[in-house]
T-cell receptor, first 115, second 114 residues
């Protein structure tokens, strides 16, 4: 069975601080995919990034970066110089080719960025 | 390009009432999904469909039924609503089931059962 754990249920930072959201996953599959989604206060789910299990390169997109480490089964998400607009619930999710594209989600981390 | 559209956006039901949530996608995706979101539990899969005329159970299917009569529509029904079904419901679609395709989500339906 697959499992995704986001141990941080809520994080509060002051604008311009860096913040890292943790994600730990469990799977027996050798091929799998990891995702991060953002859910702003308006409620929609926005896809941020996908990482394949065979690609451990870190990813940077503007102020966002992702650190994928298979050795620790982690896929952490860092926001540099946080902004109020980053306030949202962030979900880490896992899927595999065997799972028919069905995502297993973590419980989410609510990030509050205060001005 | 509307993407995935869910109706209604909000609904309040009394225990025992029935309702249907409608999901429509205009991306010609084969695969569609219904998830529910509860605090601290992320999103959990209720039912899904791999094509027109097909449906299958997900992680939490009890108390729900679905139908996929047309490729672009995926309906979620509650025959006898219970307070435990108070949740936010999300519909999603994808073009492949190979695991790597990001899901495209609708904006959600907030359902309250009193």
């Amino acid at each position: 069975a697959q499992k995704v754990t986001q141990a941080q249920t809520e994080i509060s930072v002051v604008e311009k601080e860096d913040v890292t959201l943790d994600c730990v996953y469990e799977t027996r599959d050798t091929t799998y995919y990891l995702f991060w989604y953002k859910q702003p206060p308006s409620g929609e789910l926005v896809f941020l990034i996908r990482r394949n299990s065979f690609d451990e390169q870190n990813e940077i997109s503007g102020r966002y970066s992702w650190n994928f480490q298979k050795s620790t089964s982690s896929f952490n998400f860092t926001i540099t110089a946080s902004q109020v607009v980053d306030s949202a619930v962030y979900f880490c999710a896992l899927s595999s080719p065997k799972g028919g594209n069905m995502l297993t989600f973590g419980g989410g981390t609510r990030l509050m960025v205060k001005p | 390009n509307a993407g995935v559209t869910q109706t209604p956006k909000f609904r309040v039901l009394k225990t025992g009432q029935s309702m249907t949530l409608l999901c429509a996608q205009d991306m010609n995706h084969e695969y569609m999904y219904w998830y529910r979101q509860d605090p601290g539990m992320g999103l959990r899969l209720i039912h899904y469909s791999v094509g027109e005329g097909t449906t299958a159970k997900g992680e939490v299917p009890d108390g729900y039924n679905v139908s996929r009569l047309k490729k672009q529509n995926f309906l979620l029904g509650l025959e006898s609503a219970a307070p435990s079904q108070t949740s936010v419901y999300f519909c999603a679609s994808s073009y492949t089931d190979r695991g790597y395709s990001p899901l495209h989500f609708g904006n959600g339906t907030r359902l309250t059962v009193t």
